[in-house]
RNA sequence: GCCGGAGUGGCGAAAUGGCAGACGCACGGGACUUAAAAUCCCGGGUCCGAAAGGGCGUGAGGGUUCGAAUCCCUCCUCCGGCACCA
């Protein structure tokens, strides 16, 4: 009788032989091998299972691919910069750097429980000045490319952060961070020109097959190309025209009015001469109200008249001009020419405010005089148009938009929602950005041989407001690099979005000191070829590695121009929270957290690892449960026990056809682990272990050495990615040397699976009636004949009309009478 | 509102045009045990039936097909994303 199962004794021990034997180590110097990545995560501190989900896929993924003898890089790093770390130092006292560093440890460690190896001889940690230095360097060649630049204009910020942030990392109205409703201020600030890269950015989703539809969709979505035009409209008594943008010229005859948002700079021309006594304060009112505010408000639209008038430049009909809360400053040109009979937000503000309604497309059973009881937005032929009635409005857009253009009156012009990313961070934890302020000079930028620019350390957190950078004397005041005279240090830090927005490419080369890439490496290694995480991730950190990406193609620093071929997202492990009582994802103040240290101890790392990819298919949320913990854990308690069976079947012949079952039963699972794996699959490919584990289990009585020897030798194969440990104990208890990682990835016999008896499945009129054994490989007469004798009793009296065969799956007869 | 995804036993799920429910969990019965735990064996979609066997069954309704969980149309529900974007 073997041992009992003792994880806790096994696994440290193989943990430290991997770690000895350097299995995941990588050497990119050499040739090109392949590139897996998992997102690099925030050192947050603890880590419970949930997290682990991402880890031990990517892990099981690494040790198959080390076992089909594959080269392989897996690196692993910390995206260290950022908020929680200088919350801690105010909290705590402790320096953010510290903890940071701290919780690496811990994390590491953690990994090194799970049994998941890294090639850690390429760590990257964001913080270090070594690698923030090539931020700074970038940001270097973007300020000369004009990609960097420092412009004013509303932004996001969040009080209690106490910081700008990008719109990406606004959520409804709220800090994607912290959850705090968001303000807007008018401020100056550090921009990089993404939208420069708009129509790359989604051109290149086309060429991205292996990403999910949905993060391209939501990229898609966020980027929000519309072709559309600009129209100039001459307002009386000014003198430059008023430019409003849109996607539908046909409907400019029935334009009857002009809108404004509050914050136009036309607005104020109005302030003293419009109508309505309260207009001043009307639009000062609005201009206060956050985003979330003005949208909040029912949906309710309201406006009040500038007094002014605009001037159709199609039609030359004088229009009045109206200051409008739902027109929006940032898309567009905060202008637009509204059509309330063929656009649903302008017919209800001009129901409300006695407005015309004017149609001018015709749809389904429309005319010129038809009232609307809703706005009509689709297609339809022109009417009331002047010269352009007849026209189908798909024809009349491009006919009409060039017409403006002839005239001079109108430019085709594409705009996009997304705007410029906003990356200064009125932070301490972050990339210093690298410009000195000078009185004679302006801005200037470090020069490269003067970086990095250090983060300092003489720093005082959390006693007043306001950026601690801005505090350090030491810092702020240096000299200006073209003039020498005295300057003042920018404080802004980066968005940490930018240290994750190109790691990926220094993992390949993360000692060189001396560039940012190595050339030569990063052009054999790149893109990588599987990159996993989170579905938090899909627009903000996959969209700016993605524009960086395409800025280093064009520096000629890396090949192509998709940093990332195949994407997988995994979901979420949630559990049962203890505070609301309902599935949530597992967090602290939800009590639903399960740490991994008791589970670790009390079933061991690799029960926690099948589990984990038991669960469900790892692109779905997936409820954590005890009792599921137990399945898997029986399940390696079966393996471990099934030892002795291969041991009492020493020298054993066994009976034929036991062995043959057994055999068959074997080669079906290597096949269906296999396809299974490289599809993702890991949850099925347990099953077909486990069956085989089944099969084992019920031949070990018949079946001779050599079989039951093939078959749990090739099952410990296929566990290995999953349960590593208690398989590379197994195998050495079978009598092996070495370590599974290098025993060879199983292949199977495809003549013995042809081998199979079959079973056809037999239809009569598209009704399972019976079912029939049969050799594999039956010609279609001699399966028809099989199928007849089976379903005979249903056939009587009753001629067959069709007989249709899929081969060793079914026949199905037609019958009539 | 728009876009995307999903809906299958008591539960997690499998099957992507060919025997629905593999595998596991929970449950029921049995063996072992003084007893319990652990382990092992057997049984579970549902209805009729003692059984053999049959009817029904993959959110609802319709369609295509010899055959549909899978493809098409209409609708419902849930989840995710975007949302006054001109």
Redesign the pocket.
């Known amino acids: 009788m073997a041992e009992p199962y003792d994880p806790q004794q096994i696994e440290p021990r193989w943990q430290e032989f991997w770690a000895r034997e350097r299995f995941a180590a990588a050497d990119t110097a050499g040739e090109k091998g392949l590139y897996m990545l998992m997102m690099f995560p925030y050192p947050s501190g603890d880590l419970h299972v949930g997290h682990g989900r991402n880890y031990i896929l990517g892990d099981c993924l690494f040790r198959m691919f080390l076992m089909q003898g594959r080269k392989v890089l897996n690196p692993m790093g910390w995206d260290a910069f950022g908020l929680p770390a200088e919350n801690a130092a105010i909290r705590r006292n402790i320096h953010p750097r510290e903890w940071t560093i701290g919780n690496i440890g811990r994390m590491k460690d953690q990994f090194r429980r799970w049994g998941i190896l890294y090639d850690w001889g390429k760590e990257i940690t964001s913080c270090e000045p070594e690698y923030y230095r090539w931020n700074q360097w970038l940001f270097n060649r973007m300020l000369e490319k004009g990609l960097a630049y420092r412009g004013k204009s509303p932004v996001n910020w969040c009080p209690s952060c106490r910081t700008v942030l990008a719109?990406?990392q606004v959520?409804?109205g709220e800090c994607e961070r912290c959850g705090t409703l968001v303000e807007q201020r008018d401020l100056e600030q550090w921009f990089l020109r993404i939208t420069a890269y708009a129509d790359r950015l989604l051109e290149g989703l086309d060429r991205l097959p292996d990403w999910?539809?949905?993060v391209k969709?939501?990229q898609?979505?966020?980027i929000?190309r519309?072709e559309?035009c600009d129209l100039r409209f001459r307002v009386e008594g000014v003198e430059e025209p008023l430019t409003?943008?849109?996607?539908?010229v046909d409907t400019i005859y029935g334009a009857t009015f002009v809108?404004l948002?509050p914050e136009h700079p036309l607005v104020e021309r109005f302030r003293s001469t419009a109508p309505d006594a309260d207009f001043g304060e009307f639009v000062d009112g609005l201009r206060n109200q956050t985003?979330l505010q003005?949208?909040s408000?029912g949906?309710?639209?309201?406006g009040r008249f500038t007094g002014a008038w605009a001037v159709n430049p199609f039609s030359g009909e004088r229009i009045p001009i109206w200051v409008a809360?739902?027109?929006?400053?940032?898309?567009?040109?905060?202008?637009?020419?509204?059509?309330p009979a063929h656009?649903?937000?302008?017919f209800?503000f001009a129901t409300r405010y006695g407005l015309p309604i004017r149609v001018v497309i015709a749809g389904p059973g429309m005319g010129e005089g038809t009232v609307l009881s809703e706005a009509y937005s689709g297609p339809g032929r022109v009417v009331s148009s002047g010269p352009f009635n007849g026209l189908a409005s798909q024809e009349a857009i491009p006919r009409m938009g060039a017409f403006a253009q002839e005239k001079g009156f109108g430019t085709g012009r594409v705009?996009?929602?997304l705007r410029d990313w906003l990356i200064s961070r009125q932070r301490y934890w972050g990339t210093p950005i690298p410009v000195v302020y000078c009185k004679n000079d302006g801005i200037v930028p470090v020069p490269d041989d003067q970086l990095p620019v250090v983060l300092p350390t003489d720093i005082e957190f959390g006693k007043v407001e306001g950026n601690p950078l801005a505090r350090s004397a030491s810092f702020v005041a240096t000299t200006c690099p073209k003039c020498q005279g005295a300057a003042r240090r920018e404080t802004d830090t980066m968005d940490t979005f930018v240290d994750s927005s190109w790691y990926y490419a220094r993992f390949i080369n993360p000692h060189v000191h001396d560039a940012m890439l190595d050339e030569g490496r990063v052009r054999r290694w790149m893109p990588v070829h599987l990159y996993i995480g989170g579905?938090?991730h899909?627009?903000l950190h996959l969209m700016y590695a993605r524009f960086v990406y395409k800025v280093l193609a064009d520096f000629g620093l890396v090949p192509g121009d998709e940093p990332f071929s195949v994407l997988f997202n995994q979901g979420m492990i949630v559990g049962k929270s203890s505070v609301t009582g309902r599935l949530e994802k597992m967090s602290k103040s939800k009590g639903n957290v399960v740490a991994p240290d008791a589970l670790i101890a009390r079933y061991g790392a690799d029960t926690e690892r099948v589990y984990t990819l038991?669960?469900?298919?790892p692109e779905?949320?997936?409820?954590w449960?005890d009792?599921?913990v137990?399945?898997?854990?029986?399940?390696l308690?079966?393996v471990w026990?099934l030892q002795d069976a291969v041991a009492d079947a020493a020298g054993r012949a066994g009976e034929g056809s036991a062995n043959e079952r057994l055999r068959i039963a074997t080669h079906r699972s290597v096949k269906r682990v296999h396809t299974?794996l490289e599809r993702y699959?890991p949850?099925?490919a347990?099953?077909?272990?486990?069956?085989l584990?089944?099969a084992i289990?019920?031949t070990q009585q018949e079946a001779g050495e050599g079989a039951l020897r093939e078959a749990y030798e090739t099952l410990l194969k296929l566990l290995h990615p999953f349960a590593p440990h208690v398989t590379e104990e197994l195998w050495r208890l079978t009598g092996h040397e070495g370590s599974l990682l290098r025993a060879g990835w199983p292949t199977f016999d495809a003549a013995l699976l042809a081998r199979q008896r079959?079973?056809?499945?037999v239809?009569v009129?598209?009704?399972?009636?019976?079912?029939v054994e049969v050799e594999p490989g039956l010609d279609p007469d001699a399966a028809a004949a099989a199928a007849r004798e089976a379903a005979a009793?249903?056939l009587e009296g009753k001629e067959v009309v069709?007989v249709?065969h899929?081969p060793d799956?079914?026949v199905?007869?037609?019958v009539k009478g």
């Open positions: 719109n990406e959520v409804s999910p539809e949905k969709v939501m898609r979505n966020w929000g519309s559309g409003v943008f849109t996607t539908r809108a948002a985003r003005r949208e408000e949906g309710e639209k309201e809360n739902f027109v929006l400053m940032e898309y567009g040109s905060g202008a637009i020419m509204s059509v656009d649903e937000r302008d209800a705009r996009y929602r579905v938090e899909a627009i038991f669960m469900g298919p779905k949320e997936a409820e449960t009792e599921g137990l399945g898997a854990h029986r399940f308690q079966r026990a299974d699959h949850n099925t347990i099953a077909a272990m486990m069956e584990v089944n289990g019920e079959v079973t056809l499945a239809q009129n598209g009704k399972l009636r019976a079912t009793k249903w069709k249709v899929v799956r079914m199905s007869l037609v």
